[in-house]
């Protein structure tokens, strides 16, 4: 596609739901990355896809967040057993691999758990 | 893995001035390094970036600057104009973070009128 997608653009959960947040990367891209960036902070590193390697999970806060990336493209983000602390808007970002230059990011997703 | 330092944290300017936001890093390796401007409510957006063989990059009223001696790049916006104002984040990757972008903080950039 012509940019990185991230759907839904807003979602209210119920605390202790899981969640799922969809990303998109611009097509050919093949390393997509997920980050975390709570009200007035900074970015906040999840994962990172980089084309069939095994992904860095290191930026992971919990094992209630998971991601997955399907046939190097589409990535899912899931967060189980949501608490508030998760609210925050998720950031999805694609580019052309290692040392290609900077990040395409997606308009985010607001999670808000009320 | 790379930690990436920011600041000022907030910096406020008259309009036509100049603005300088600086950060530091810490892994030598890193050879890449972008700045992104995000608007309110939008999403961070890539304006400019250098490269570890370039000390130096211009691109009309932004320029950025690298010396890796000191492990410090900084962003310079002259003639600033109040669209200017928004969160500046400054990254960094190379190295064993290779990449993966770090980022600085952020500072909040605003021109008065």
């Known amino acids: 596609g012509a940019g990185v997608s991230q759907s839904p653009s807003n979602k209210v959960t119920e605390k202790g739901k899981d969640v799922e947040l969809r990303c998109d990367p611009i097509?050919?891209?093949?390393?997509l990355y997920w980050y975390r960036q709570s009200l007035g902070q900074g970015l906040e590193f999840l994962i990172y896809?980089?084309?069939?390697?095994?992904?860095?999970k290191s930026g992971l806060p919990s094992d209630r967040f998971s991601a997955e990336r399907t046939g190097g493209s589409v990535s899912t983000l899931t967060i189980q057993r949501t608490q508030q602390e998760d609210s925050a808007v998720y950031l999805c970002?694609?580019?052309?691999?290692?040392?290609?230059?900077?990040?395409?990011f997606g308009s985010g997703t607001r999670l808000t758990v009320v | 893995g790379e930690n990436v330092e920011q600041h000022p944290s907030t910096l406020s300017v008259q309009e036509g001035d100049s603005a300088v936001i600086k950060c530091t890093y810490s892994d030598s390796a890193s050879n890449y390094f972008p700045w992104y401007k995000q608007e309110l409510g939008k999403r961070p957006q890539l304006i400019i970036d250098i490269r570890s063989n370039v000390g130096e990059k211009k691109d009309q009223r932004i320029a950025v600057t690298l010396n890796k001696t000191a492990k410090h790049f900084s962003l310079h916006i002259t003639e600033t104009q109040p669209e200017d104002s928004a969160v500046y984040f400054c990254?960094?990757?190379?190295?064993?973070?290779?990449?993966?972008?770090?980022f600085g903080q952020g500072t909040i950039l605003t021109v008065h009128p």
């Open positions: 896809f980089q084309g069939n390697s095994a992904p860095d």
């Open positions: 990254a960094a990757t190379g190295g064993t973070s290779y990449g993966k972008l770090t």
């Open positions: 970002a694609s580019s052309s691999g290692q040392g290609a230059g900077g990040y395409t």
């Open positions: 097509s050919g891209h093949t390393a």
